[in-house]
């Protein structure tokens, strides 16, 4: 912290924080933050995709323990850059949780140079695609950095 301001990775990971309190997935609040020349161009959080009932109104869709009704924090944030018409290509994905697989998938194909997290969640197989892609993911826990690739 310089001068009493957080370092930008930490502002990030804060706001993003703050975009998971309205997911509407109670299992997970999950938050994302996308950010380009340090610039905000989008945040997403995990909730039913539009036009449905929001777990928290109308119950979980399970399947293999997994809640398949909510679109993740990171998709929505990509999408709503898109709805916008706002490039992705070249920003930094801020989000609460490491995201899973489909999630980086979308990630890679959304041109996302950098990811940093604030957890490793669930599924750590995501380090090796990152790291194929040459995409630098870094986790940022109790404000200790690990760049993982």
């Not at 309190?21 to 109670?26: I, L, V």
């Not at 489909?102 to 380090?127: F, G, Q």
């Amino acid at each position: 912290m310089a001068n009493g301001r957080p370092e930008l990775d930490k502002y990030f990971l804060d706001i993003a924080e703050v975009v998971s309190r309205r997911a509407t997935c109670d299992r997970a609040h999950i938050g994302a933050v996308l950010v380009k020349d340090k610039y905000i161009i989008s945040t997403g959080y995990n909730g039913a995709p539009h036009g449905l009932g929001h777990c928290d109104e109308v119950g979980h869709m399970m399947e293999n323990n997994h809640c398949v009704r909510t679109t993740h924090a990171e998709q929505n944030a990509i999408i709503q850059a898109a709805v916008h018409g706002t490039p992705t290509s070249g920003s930094t994905l801020y989000t609460t949780h490491s995201p899973c697989k489909i999630c980086t998938k979308i990630i890679l194909n959304a041109h996302i140079k950098r990811v940093v997290a604030r957890n490793l969640y669930r599924d750590d197989s995501v380090i090796n695609m990152f790291k194929e892609a040459n995409v630098e993911f870094a986790i940022i826990e109790n404000d200790k950095e690990t760049v993982i690739v």
